[in-house]
C-alpha cells in the first residue's frame, strides 16, 4: 500500500484525535476523490496495480490504452468489461456516478495529477542542455530568481526589461541583467495578509492583490500602462458591515512611470461598491488584454460569496464576466449589452468560473480565454460576443465529491444545453491551466499561431495547435517545472516563463536551441 493511498485513507475513514480539525475539514471537502481512489484499489489494483503498473493478471493503465483514454471510452471499458480477456462489467456493482469517478480517477493518476497539493510546495526544476519538440529544440535560462513567492505577471518593454507584479507586494522592473528594482511608488496599494483555509492547505489565499499589468498598444508613443488589482476598502457596504470584515473586488487602472514612481492615475473601470464581496482573491481572474481596435478586456472570476453564484449568470453583477471597454474606460457601442439597462453594459462575455489566461488574436481577430474547471474541466474558450460559457450550471468536469455540475437546479436556473458555449479543448484531468500566448515569434517559427499554455498544479508548459477552431495536436514541451503563472513574449522574440513557488518566484526564458 503506497503512502499516499495510507494518508488519504487516513483522512477520509478517521474523525478521531489523531486528525487536526483542518485535516478532517480537507478530506470531507475532497471525499469524492478519496472514494475513487478507494474503490479502485479495493477493486481495481488487483489486476492494474496499485500505481496502474499493472499486475501478473491484468493489464497496465498507463501509456497507451487498448481501448482508448477519453473519460467517455474509460467509462464505457468499465462499464461493460471485456470478458474475452478477464475484465469483468461494473454495471451492476457500481452506480454511473461511481464509475465515473473511477474513471476520472484513473485519467488523474495517469496524468500525475491530484487535488492533496496543489504543489507550490515542490522543489522547482529546470532542465539543463537542449529540450527537443516535435517543432523546434530550445534551452530554459533563468532570467530572475528569488522573487516574491506569489508573482502574477510580466510584461516586457520595448528595452528588453520586464514589469513584475506581485500580488502581494506591487510593481517592479527587472533589469536586463536580472536585477529586481525597488517597489514602484504610488500605485495602487496592496496587502500581504496570507492565510490558507482548512479545504486546500497549501493554497495561499487573500484579498487586495495585484495582478496584470499590460502596455498600452501604442506604449511607445504614450506611456500608457494598465493594472488590474482588487480594490479593498472596510466598512463601505453591507456585507462588509454585517461581517465586520473588509471586502473587495476587481479594478482597472491606467497609469505612466517615471523615475521609478507611478504618476497620472487613472480609473478605467471599477464595480459599484455594493458588488464588492468577502470572498478571497484565488478566483478573481484578473487578466487584461487588447485588441487592435482601442479596446481593452478584463476577467472578473466568481468573486463572490456562495450563496450569490447565481449572480455569475446574472448580467447586473460583475462577477464570472470578461468585460470589454474602451482604452479611455467607455463603453463601446457594440457592446453586447451596451443598450440594456440594470446590466453591467462592459459585459462581453458571462459563465465564467475561474478565468486564468486571455488573449486576442489579431489574426483571427478573436478573443481566447483559459479558465479553471471544478474537478476536470479546465478549459481553452473562444470567447463570443454575449455568449454564456456555463458556470455554475454546467461543466465537463465534476463536483470534488463525483456528481455531475448541476448548481443550475439549486438555484433554480433553467438552461438548455445548446445555450451554453462549449470548450474548443477541454482539459480533463484538470492541470490547473494557466496564462497562455498565441505564439507571434520569430524566433520559433513553426508555432506562429500555435498556443502555447501554461499550467499551475501540474508545472506543465503545452502547445496546442488548433485549425478552424477545432484542437488538431496536444503536445507537452515542459513538464514537471514548475508552478506557471504567466507567459509572454519578449521584443526580442524569447518566449518568457513566470513562476510561482513557496522557496521564491522565478523568470524563465525559453531560446532556440541554435
Not at 52 to 70: D, I, K, V, W, Y
Not at 139 to 150: C, H, I, M, Q, Y
Not at 232 to 237: F, G, I, K, S, V
Given at each position: 500500500?503506497?503512502?499516499?493511498?495510507?494518508?488519504?485513507?487516513?483522512?477520509?475513514?478517521?474523525?478521531?484525535?489523531?486528525?487536526?480539525?483542518a485535516?478532517?475539514?480537507?478530506?470531507?471537502?475532497?471525499?469524492?476523490?478519496?472514494?475513487?481512489?478507494?474503490?479502485?484499489?479495493?477493486?481495481?489494483?488487483?489486476?492494474?496495480?496499485?500505481?496502474?503498473?499493472?499486475?501478473?493478471?491484468?493489464?497496465?493503465?498507463?501509456?497507451?490504452?487498448?481501448?482508448?483514454?477519453?473519460?467517455?471510452?474509460?467509462?464505457?471499458?468499465?462499464?461493460?468489461g471485456?470478458?474475452?480477456?478477464?475484465m469483468?462489467?461494473?454495471?451492476?456493482?457500481?452506480?454511473?456516478?461511481?464509475?465515473?469517478?473511477?474513471?476520472?480517477?484513473?485519467?488523474?493518476?495517469?496524468?500525475?495529477?491530484?487535488?492533496?497539493?496543489?504543489?507550490?510546495?515542490?522543489?522547482?526544476?529546470?532542465?539543463?542542455?537542449?529540450?527537443?519538440?516535435?517543432?523546434?529544440?530550445?534551452?530554459?535560462?533563468?532570467?530572475?530568481?528569488?522573487?516574491?513567492p506569489?508573482?502574477?505577471?510580466?510584461?516586457?518593454?520595448p528595452?528588453?526589461?520586464?514589469?513584475?507584479?506581485?500580488?502581494t507586494?506591487?510593481?517592479?522592473?527587472?533589469?536586463t541583467?536580472g536585477?529586481?528594482?525597488?517597489?514602484?511608488?504610488?500605485?495602487?496599494?496592496?496587502y500581504?495578509?496570507?492565510?490558507?483555509?482548512d479545504?486546500?492547505?497549501?493554497?495561499e489565499?487573500?484579498?487586495?492583490?495585484?495582478?496584470?499589468?499590460?502596455?498600452?498598444?501604442?506604449?511607445?508613443?504614450?506611456?500608457?500602462?494598465?493594472?488590474?488589482?482588487?480594490?479593498?476598502?472596510?466598512?463601505?457596504?453591507?456585507?462588509?458591515?454585517?461581517?465586520?470584515?473588509?471586502?473587495?473586488?476587481?479594478?482597472?487602472?491606467?497609469?505612466?512611470?517615471?523615475?521609478?514612481?507611478?504618476?497620472?492615475?487613472?480609473?478605467?473601470?471599477?464595480?459599484?461598491?455594493?458588488?464588492?464581496?468577502?470572498?478571497?482573491?484565488?478566483?478573481?481572474?484578473?487578466?487584461?488584454?487588447?485588441?487592435?481596435?482601442?479596446?481593452?478586456?478584463?476577467?472578473?472570476?466568481?468573486?463572490?460569496?456562495?450563496?450569490?453564484?447565481?449572480?455569475?449568470?446574472?448580467?447586473?453583477?460583475?462577477?464570472?464576466?470578461?468585460?470589454?471597454?474602451?482604452?479611455?474606460?467607455?463603453?463601446?457601442?457594440?457592446?453586447p449589452?451596451?443598450?440594456?439597462?440594470?446590466?453591467?453594459?462592459?459585459?462581453?462575455?458571462?459563465?465564467?468560473?475561474?478565468?486564468?489566461?486571455?488573449?486576442?488574436?489579431?489574426?483571427?481577430?478573436?478573443?481566447?480565454?483559459?479558465?479553471?474547471?471544478?474537478?476536470?474541466?479546465?478549459?481553452?474558450?473562444?470567447?463570443?460576443?454575449?455568449?454564456?460559457?456555463?458556470?455554475?450550471?454546467?461543466?465537463?468536469g465534476?463536483?470534488?465529491?463525483?456528481?455531475?455540475?448541476?448548481?443550475g437546479?439549486?438555484?433554480?436556473?433553467?438552461?438548455?444545453?445548446?445555450?451554453?458555449?462549449?470548450?474548443?479543448?477541454?482539459?480533463?484531468?484538470?492541470?490547473?491551466?494557466?496564462?497562455?500566448?498565441?505564439?507571434?515569434?520569430?524566433?520559433?517559427?513553426?508555432?506562429?499561431?500555435?498556443?502555447?499554455?501554461?499550467?499551475?498544479?501540474?508545472?506543465?508548459?503545452?502547445?496546442?495547435?488548433?485549425?478552424?477552431?477545432?484542437?488538431?495536436?496536444?503536445?507537452?514541451?515542459?513538464?514537471?517545472?514548475?508552478?506557471?503563472?504567466?507567459?509572454?513574449?519578449?521584443?526580442?522574440?524569447?518566449?518568457?516563463?513566470?513562476?510561482?513557488?513557496?522557496?521564491?518566484?522565478?523568470?524563465?526564458?525559453?531560446?532556440?536551441?541554435?
Amino acid at each position: 500500500m503506497n503512502l499516499r493511498y495510507r494518508i488519504c485513507l487516513l483522512l477520509f475513514l478517521s474523525g478521531n484525535m489523531f486528525l487536526t480539525t483542518a485535516a478532517f475539514g480537507q478530506a470531507q471537502a475532497y471525499s469524492g476523490v478519496v472514494e475513487s481512489m478507494l474503490r479502485f484499489q479495493e477493486n481495481c489494483a488487483v489486476c492494474h496495480g496499485e500505481n496502474l503498473e499493472g499486475a501478473a493478471q491484468g493489464t497496465p493503465l498507463r501509456g497507451e490504452l487498448n481501448h482508448g483514454e477519453s473519460m467517455a471510452e474509460i467509462i464505457a471499458s468499465i462499464s461493460s468489461g471485456y470478458e474475452a480477456s478477464g475484465m469483468p462489467n461494473w454495471r451492476d456493482i457500481f452506480s454511473p456516478i461511481q464509475i465515473r469517478g473511477i474513471a476520472m480517477y484513473v485519467l488523474e493518476a495517469r496524468a500525475n495529477v491530484d487535488y492533496v497539493t496543489s504543489n507550490f510546495d515542490m522543489p522547482v526544476s529546470i532542465p539543463a542542455g537542449e529540450l527537443e519538440s516535435e517543432l523546434h529544440n530550445f534551452r530554459l535560462e533563468t532570467v530572475a530568481s528569488n522573487l516574491n513567492p506569489l508573482p502574477y505577471s510580466i510584461a516586457p518593454l520595448p528595452d528588453g526589461r520586464l514589469l513584475l507584479t506581485e500580488k502581494t507586494q506591487g510593481v517592479t522592473i527587472i533589469g536586463t541583467d536580472g536585477e529586481q528594482s525597488q517597489l514602484i511608488a504610488g500605485t495602487p496599494r496592496v496587502y500581504d495578509d496570507i492565510y490558507r483555509n482548512d479545504l486546500r492547505l497549501d493554497i495561499e489565499r487573500g484579498m487586495g492583490w495585484m495582478f496584470d499589468i499590460v502596455l498600452h498598444p501604442n506604449y511607445e508613443e504614450n506611456g500608457w500602462i494598465y493594472l488590474q488589482f482588487t480594490d479593498r476598502c472596510e466598512d463601505c457596504n453591507d456585507i462588509s458591515r454585517e461581517q465586520d470584515r473588509p471586502v473587495s473586488m476587481n479594478k482597472l487602472v491606467r497609469g505612466k512611470i517615471e523615475e521609478g514612481e507611478w504618476i497620472e492615475e487613472e480609473t478605467i473601470w471599477q464595480a459599484d461598491r455594493e458588488h464588492y464581496s468577502t470572498s478571497n482573491d484565488v478566483a478573481a481572474g484578473g487578466r487584461v488584454a487588447f485588441d487592435n481596435a482601442g479596446h481593452v478586456f478584463f476577467s472578473v472570476g466568481e468573486k463572490t460569496q456562495q450563496a450569490n453564484s447565481r449572480g455569475i449568470q446574472d448580467l447586473s453583477t460583475p462577477w464570472g464576466k470578461i468585460h470589454r471597454i474602451n482604452d479611455d474606460g467607455s463603453i463601446p457601442q457594440d457592446n453586447p449589452f451596451a443598450n440594456r439597462d440594470e446590466v453591467y453594459r462592459s459585459i462581453y462575455t458571462y459563465g465564467h468560473r475561474s478565468p486564468q489566461g486571455l488573449e486576442f488574436d489579431p489574426r483571427s481577430g478573436e478573443l481566447w480565454g483559459t479558465e479553471h474547471g471544478p474537478r476536470g474541466g479546465d478549459e481553452v474558450n473562444r470567447l463570443l460576443p454575449g455568449r454564456n460559457y456555463g458556470w455554475p450550471l454546467y461543466s465537463l468536469g465534476i463536483k470534488y465529491d463525483g456528481t455531475p455540475v448541476d448548481y443550475g437546479r439549486d438555484l433554480g436556473i433553467a438552461f438548455e444545453l445548446s445555450d451554453i458555449e462549449q470548450p474548443i479543448v477541454d482539459l480533463t484531468p484538470s492541470p490547473a491551466v494557466s496564462s497562455f500566448i498565441i505564439s507571434s515569434s520569430d524566433q520559433f517559427p513553426k508555432w506562429r499561431g500555435d498556443f502555447l499554455v501554461g499550467s499551475l498544479k501540474a508545472r506543465t508548459l503545452f502547445r496546442f495547435d488548433i485549425e478552424n477552431n477545432v484542437l488538431v495536436n496536444r503536445e507537452t514541451l515542459v513538464e514537471g517545472l514548475g508552478r506557471i503563472r504567466d507567459i509572454e513574449t519578449g521584443e526580442d522574440g524569447n518566449i518568457y516563463l513566470l513562476l510561482e513557488n513557496n522557496s521564491g518566484g522565478r523568470i524563465l526564458r525559453l531560446v532556440p536551441a541554435d
